[in-house]
């Protein structure tokens, strides 16, 4: 379904809102050139229905609309006020759905397909029509009709509301005269001729016939009020980027200050952002120093995407909070990179994240504090490289939890619990079979009580003996030793990497 | 979509009130399952804290948290006193997805990544791994940030459970002893089949501990 909301007299209406009706009222173009405001030569552009009835027409000079009728209001155009009237009519539109059209002069339709729309929309006419009238007063009349173009005819009729479905269609089209479609001249002349006087005559044409002897343009008329062709609407689009930049004019030198000066920005922004049906995906924060100095930049991610101005601004602050900087702070902008808001299964008794926003906030903290190369999960790699693994950051993509599958290779005893780095130890070898025998570390300090190996491992020898590739390049002999101590004894793993230097890389625990 | 999610809670609220089985799918169930045999035997109580105490290096402590990790259906964070977590051990590299690790480097900030973690309430079981920090630094965790961690498990419904080599909290919902040091022969053994004794305190309020109870559970 569609609607049109249609503001009689839009020009009029935009000047002098609801008392555009009271008397006789013609508006004329300013002339800029001469710089006066009412030129007695400048040209009547739109008239209320008392100057009408006054036999006054658009394109008299104001003099001439005086001459009729003594008392005429002449107001001047101006097309600011005409701008700011179009925009209040698409916010309010914006309010009902984002799928809407400027469709001319104070004419806005909306696509109200994807939107919950009951009782033919009478409900939300009136909405309409109570909100313009009470908050702005204009005075509006709304349309409802399955096509656009039939929405715009019943808006014209409408006192202020009307839908017309199903069978009120051919009934509202029998009544309708045939000068509402606007058709263009010449075919307006022959459709006289042809005694075609209400928009049900012209309907009732067979149209093949109506295109073979009228052409293509009629035709599409036909089609368009038989409700066979729907034309798409030029709908009004979102910006792709909301920012906001801001000059301070003296130089912020504490962290409270920016924040609170991005507080103000980012609760416009979310504002915006709201008014497009958007939810921020990404923030872009960049903060400008004294000419010597390079600007600082950084990009945050919201995980569930959102316009919560609390919420966007904590992570802003946890980010902040530990922020440095040698140079006061002159500038700032920020800008949103909007996306479409998550939308997510809710599970009925768990779900993995209550709050993802919340848990981002929480990581940013942890990354600003530890570094966010000791804050993730963490992925092994393929290799046999001793302690080769990375971290990946925790990030929306992997919120979903990870279903258990069984084991890919069997585990034995206890699990390692590394030294990072690994400590240096003294190592005293038996002299029978050159096996440890007694070791001294900062860790442990004991005799060897029982071992297994030794192992030799090597990798990456493939790689050459050339530059570069001499550190990537590994060979180890590792031991498994139990050590017996009162205290500090167990099972630790001992290495032996070059010739008589020895290291504890870790403890069975 | 806020109304969604209503709806979603209010059939949640009636479902539980209606059937009681549900009730063991619903927040209100007090033993978080840990999905380990010998924990859950025990009832890891939910929102609480709990202290594994093992004053030997290979006591096993690593091997409870290696298999917590492993049988985790459900993201966990693990606070890493000193780093020394060694991902490549894990038999099944697939359950390191559920795992948020956090390299710490001193004690203050392993409480402090832990109360915020608490605080932020998203994940519900969080490891803190505390056994290969020194002695003075543990000592210099104060009794407060123990309570105040206490008291954020409580109100967030996390469960931390906490690793030292000596007794370090000083009141938890439960604390289990490891008594054993396990000699070489145990690289015999199937991580999993590995034959952990517990030993749990009864009233663990304060430092006087009452008469200990003896529990052997097999993994």
Redesign the interface.
Known sequence: MFAVIYLPDFFLQAQCRDSYKAAPMALVETDVLSGEKKDSKARIVALNGAARESHIHVGMTAAQGQARYGKLTVLTRSKEIEQATSELLLRLANEFTPYFELSGPGICTLDLMRARCTDHGWELGWQIVEELAAAHSLRAQVGFAKTPDLALMIAKQADPVRSVTGDGEDEFLRQLPVTALNPPVDMAMVLNLWGIETVGDFFALPGGDVADRLGAEAFDLWERVTGRKSRLLHLVRSPKEFSQMLDFDDEIHAVEPLLFSLRRVLEALCFSLREAWQTAGEIHLQLFFPKNAAEYEHHFRVPDPTTDVELLFRILHAHLENFVTKAPVIGLRLKIIPARSTKRQSRLFESSLVDSNRFAETLARLEALLGSENVGIPECLDSHRPDSFRMMPFRENNVEPVEIKPPQKVALGLPLCRFRPPVFAEVTLCPKNQHPFKIRSAVVEGIIKELRGPWSVSGDWWRGTGAGNHEARWSRVEWDVEISHPKSGGLYRLVCEKKSEWKLEGVYA | ?RT??QK?TN??NL?CAKYGS?QS??STCEIYETGVNCLDELGIKRGGIHEFV??????????I??QVL??????LALIDG???????????????????????RHAI?AV??AD??L?????RLVLLDL??IPEGELRRITTSSWYRLRALAAETDVTLLVFTREKAVPRTDTRILFQQ????S??????EE?EMTLMVESSPVDASFEPERRMDRAG
């Open positions: 979509m969604n999610l979603i059939l949640k479902l549900a799918f619903a093992g004053e030997s290096p290979s006591s096993g402590a690593g091997w948290i290696h492993s049988a985790s259906r459900k993201h000193r780093g020394g977590f060694d991902p490549n051990s894990i038999a099944d590299s697939h359950c390191l997805g559920n795992l948020l690790w956090v390299k710490c900030d402090k990544a915020w973690l605080r932020d309430g998203n994940l056994r290969f040091r396990f000699p070489l145990v690289f015999d053994q199937k991580r590995i």
